[in-house]
């Protein structure tokens, strides 16, 4: 697997503070993301949920936030319990005029995950291709 992070980018119809409450309420975060019990921005965080991958395998996400910047940045770590490798996802917003909001996710060091379909790169590609461009951008569209 290449070093090379998984760059998704997508300008949103929403102003900054919109798609800010979106990525870190969990209220919002239920309706387009995750199932996730408990989520607070805040440095040191914990969080976690599950997720299907492609053969309706059950994988348990565990993730930390390591990083808060308020309406501008959010960082966590995302690992998978009972196998090897941490990542680290980044949403960082960018407010434009008229409502415009550009969103770039990056996520770095999925490398460190064991070398198999399941963990393929492509796999992530499509995942927040889909979450970001389709999950997020309806969300917000219809809020």
């Known amino acids: 697997m290449d070093n090379e992070p998984v760059i998704i980018e997508r300008n949103l119809n929403?102003?900054?503070?919109k798609v800010w409450k979106a990525l870190t309420s969990r209220e919002q975060m239920v309706k387009w993301y995750f199932d996730i019990k408990e989520f607070k921005a805040e440095v040191g965080f914990e969080f976690q949920f599950e997720a299907t991958g492609k053969d309706n395998k059950r994988f348990v996400h565990l993730c930390k936030i390591t990083e808060v910047i308020f309406c501008k940045k959010l960082t966590y770590s995302w690992r998978y319990e009972?196998?090897?490798g941490i990542s680290y996802v980044t949403f960082e917003l960018f407010a434009g005029?008229?409502?415009q909001t550009?969103?770039?996710l990056t996520h770095t060091g999925l490398e460190t995950?064991?070398?198999?379909?399941?963990f393929a790169k492509q796999n992530f590609v499509e995942g927040w291709t889909f979450i970001i461009g389709k999950g997020l951008k309806e969300f917000l569209e219809k809020s």
């Open 102 to 104: 550009r969103l770039k």
């Open 82 to 84: 009972g196998y090897e």
């Open 14 to 17: 929403a102003p900054a503070i």
């Open 113 to 118: 995950f064991p070398n198999t379909s399941d």
């Open 97 to 99: 005029g008229d409502n």
